[in-house]
C-alpha cells in the first residue's frame, strides 16, 4: 500500500526524531508520462515500494501483485509455474506490463511471464488500474498497466548489500548487489540465485494417473542500472533486468511425467535526457525478450523442443513542455516485435503424432504517435490525452481519455473520466497452426469511471466506480465476443501513532453478453465477485511487523460456468528485525492458517498450491 518507510540507521533508544516516516502521496510517472502526485492523478495508482519489496524475499513480482488489491491470479502450480492474473475484470493480455518504460510480454500468447520475474531485483512497482493507459502507450493497456522500475534506478548512497535466504521446500536464495553514487553518476549492478525443490503441482493426482512428485523452480538474475549527468542540461543512462530460470512440471499424465522448461526473460534500455526551463526531451531505445522451450525426457517426444521467443524493440522521442499552467507532452514511438516459433508442435487427436509448423508471418511493425495534457491544480486536476497507432497487421486504431477532478472540501476530491482502449490480437489469435485467422480486429472497450477521495496527510482513502463496455472480444478465432464489465473498488491507508493500517474491497460484475451465445450472461472465468483485503503494521526504528488477510470469492474456471472454485482466505505475517545497522533479518509466513484452497482448473486438473510455508534472509550492508 503506498507507503515509504525509512529505514533506522541505529538502534539507540527511540525518540521521536527517528520514528519511521511514511510518505502516502507519493509521486508516480506511469499514470501521465510525467512525475505527479498520486493525489493529483485522476485514475486509481497504487505503488509498491522498496520498503514493501523488501518483504518478499526469495518471491517474484507474481507473488508482489497477487496480494495487491483489486488483483487476483489463477496458476498451474508453484513458483515459475505457468499463470495468469486479473485486474478490474480482464485478464493479463489485456494488462499492459513494462519494465522501466519497455513493454514485456509473450507477443504468441499476449501474457507477461511476471513469476519469473524476481522482487529482489526490482525498486519499485507501480500500478495503474482502468483504461486510461491505453491512450498513453497504446495496445493491450484496456485493464490498466503494471510498471516495474529496475532495481538501482534511485541509489542513495554508495554501499554493498548481500542477502542469504531459506525456506519451505528447501527455498533458498542467495545475491549481492553494489551500488556506487557521486555528484554526476550512479550505477547498481545487482546478481542473485533462487532455488526450491518446490511441491506436487497436482491437486487430484489420485483421480488422475499424474507423476505425484515435487515440481521444482530455480533462477539465475542479474540486473544493471547506470545512470550519469553530462552536463546541467544532458544526462542519460541504461538499466536492464534479467532472469534465466527452469520450471519442472507434470504434464498429460504418465504420458509426460517429468517435463520442464528453460526460460530466459527481461529488458533492458539505454537513454539520453534533455532538459532546459520549459522543456525536456528524452530519447530512447529498448529490447525486451521472453523465450521459452519446453523438454520432455520422453523417447516419444511429446514436446521435447517446443518453443516461443518473443523479441520486441522499442524507440521513443517525447517532449515536455512547460506550458503554465499544465504540462504537454508529445511524442512519436517505433515498435517491432518479432516471434520465432519454428518449432512449435500440433498434434493430432491422440496426440501419437504432430507437425512442426513456423508462423507466418512472425514480425510487425507499430509506429504511434501521442500527445497529451494535464494540470495540477490547487483545486482541480486535469488530464486528456490521444493516440495513434499504426501497425502492419490490423491497421490504424486510435484511443483517447479525459479525466477531471474538483476539491469542494479541504482533502476532498471528486473526480471523473472517460477512457477508450483496444488490445492488438496476438500472432497465437492471428497464425496459430489450424485456427489461424489474419484478418482479426482488435478488441475495443469504453470506460467510464467516477471517485471519490479523502485526503488528510496520515490517510488516503477512494471510493471508485466504474463500467467498461467490450467489443470483438477474440474467442477461437474470431471477433464475435462482447463483455460487460462494472464494479466497485474502495481503499484505505493510513498511518497513525508507528501504526500502519488499511484495506481494500473490490465488487466485480464481468459478464459474457456476446448475442446468440449459450454463454450470454455468464461470469467471465476467474473474476471473483468479490475480494477483499485488510491489513495491520507496527514500525519502530529496531522493527517492524505486518499481518494481512486477503479474500478472494469462489468463480468459474470455464466459459460455462459449470466448474467452480472455491473461495479462500490467506493470512500472512511479515516482518523486518534491524539488529545493527548494517545488518537486518526478514521472515514471512504465507498461508498461516494452512487454507487448501485451488488457483486453477484446466480440463479437470486442479492444480495444488502450497500450504503454511515460510522463507526468512539476513541481509548484511557495507556503507
Known amino acids: 500500500m503506498n507507503t515509504t518507510i525509512a529505514a533506522p540507521s541505529t538502534v539507540a533508544p527511540i525518540d521521536e526524531s527517528e520514528l519511521p516516516q511514511v510518505e502516502l502521496d507519493e509521486i508516480v510517472v506511469t499514470a501521465t508520462r510525467t512525475p505527479t502526485r498520486i493525489s493529483n492523478v485522476i485514475a486509481q495508482t497504487r505503488v509498491v515500494d522498496s520498503e514493501e519489496l523488501q518483504r518478499y524475499q526469495g518471491q517474484t513480482a507474481l507473488d508482489v501483485l497477487k496480494n495487491q488489491s483489486g488483483i487476483n491470479i489463477s496458476q498451474s502450480g508453484g513458483m515459475g509455474t505457468i499463470s495468469n492474473f486479473y485486474m478490474r475484470g480482464f485478464d493479463s493480455k489485456q494488462v499492459l506490463v513494462l519494465i522501466d518504460g519497455i513493454r514485456y510480454s509473450s507477443i504468441s ?65 542467495v545475491g549481492i548487489t553494489g551500488q556506487l553514487k557521486n555528484d554526476t553518476s550512479s550505477l547498481s549492478l545487482g546478481v542473485s540465485r533462487n532455488e526450491t525443490d518446490g511441491f506436487n503441482a497436482v491437486a487430484n493426482s489420485d483421480s488422475f494417473d499424474y507423476n505425484a512428485d515435487d515440481d521444482g523452480f530455480e533462477s539465475t538474475n542479474a540486473s544493471l542500472a547506470l545512470q550519469h549527468k553530462f552536463s546541467d542540461q544532458l544526462s542519460g543512462g541504461i538499466s536492464g533486468l534479467y532472469s534465466d530460470s527452469t520450471t519442472e512440471f507434470d504434464s498429460a499424465g504418465t504420458l509426460v511425467p517429468n517435463a520442464y522448461s528453460d526460460q530466459k526473460n527481461g529488458s533492458a534500455k539505454a537513454y539520453l535526457q534533455y532538459q532546459t526551463p520549459l522543456t525536456l526531451t528524452k530519447l530512447s531505445y529498448g529490447q525486451s525478450v521472453d523465450k521459452s522451450t519446453s523438454h520432455d525426457n520422453n523417447s516419444i517426444d511429446f514436446q521435447d523442443g517446443s518453443q516461443f521467443d518473443t523479441t520486441q ?66 483545486y482541480y486536476d486535469l488530464q486528456a490525452n490521444y493516440r495513434v497507432d499504426d501497425n502492419s497487421q490490423y491497421g490504424n486504431e486510435s484511443t483517447y481519455n479525459v479525466g477531471a477532478a474538483i476539491r469542494p472540501l479541504d482533502g476532498m476530491r471528486i473526480g471523473a473520466s472517460y477512457a477508450t482502449g483496444f488490445r492488438a490480437p496476438t500472432f497465437n489469435d492471428l497464425y496459430y497452426p489450424g485456427f489461424s485467422n489474419p484478418n482479426l480486429k482488435p478488441e475495443t472497450s469504453k470506460n467510464t469511471e467516477v471517485f471519490i477521495e479523502y485526503d488528510k496527510g496520515n490517510q488516503i482513502s477512494r471510493l471508485t466506480g466504474y463500467h467498461t463496455d467490450v467489443e ?41 453478453e456476446t448475442s446468440g451465445s449459450a454463454n450470454k450472461g455468464n461470469d467471465l472465468v476467474y473474476r471473483p465477485q468479490n475480494s477483499g483485503l485488510i491489513y495491520i503494521g507496527y514500525q519502530q526504528p529496531t522493527f517492524d511487523v505486518r499481518l494481512e488477510a486477503k479474500h478472494t470469492d469462489d468463480r468459474f474456471s470455464d466459459v460455462s460456468n459449470q466448474t467452480k472454485l472455491d473461495d479462500y482466505t490467506l493470512v500472512n505475517l511479515s516482518g523486518t528485525v534491524y539488529i545493527n545497522p548494517n545488518l537486518r533479518a526478514n521472515l514471512r509466513v504465507e498461508n498461516i492458517t494452512d487454507e487448501n484452497y485451488t488457483l486453477s482448473n484446466q480440463f479437470g486438473t486442479e492444480y495444488a498450491t502450497d500450504g503454511a510455508n515460510y522463507f526468512g534472509s539476513l541481509t548484511y550492508n557495507w556503507f
Do not use: C
Open 109 to 173: 500468447a499476449g501474457t507477461p511471464a511476471l513469476n519469473l520475474l524476481p522482487a529482489d531485483q526490482i525498486d519499485r512497482i507501480e500500478i495503474l488500474y482502468g483504461a486510461s493507459g491505453s491512450s498513453i502507450y497504446g495496445s493491450d493497456a484496456m485493464g490498466g498497466v503494471i510498471q516495474i522500475f529496475t532495481k538501482g534506478n534511485n541509489v542513495e548512497q554508495s554501499n554493498v548489500s548481500t542477502t542469504a535466504g531459506y525456506g519451505s521446500h528447501d527455498h533458498y536464495q
Open 313 to 378: 524493440e522499442q524507440v521513443r522521442l517525447e517532449s515536455q513542455i512547460n506550458a503554465q499552467p499544465g504540462t504537454v507532452i508529445v511524442g512519436v514511438e517505433w515498435l517491432s516485435q518479432e516471434l520465432d516459433a519454428s518449432a512449435v508442435k500440433v498434434f493430432n487427436a491422440d496426440f501419437t503424432d504432430f507437425t512442426a509448423t513456423p508462423y507466418s508471418p512472425d514480425d510487425r511493425e507499430v509506429k504511434s504517435a501521442f500527445v497529451g495534457y494535464q494540470l495540477a491544480d490547487t
Open 472 to 512: 470483438d472480444l477474440i474467442g477461437g478465432n474470431t471477433n464475435t465476443g462482447e463483455a460487460k464489465i462494472k464494479g466497485v473498488s474502495f481503499t484505505s491507508d493510513w498511518y497513525v501513532n508507528s501504526f500502519l493500517f488499511g484495506l481494500g474491497y473490490d465488487y466485480l460484475d464481468a459478464k459474457d
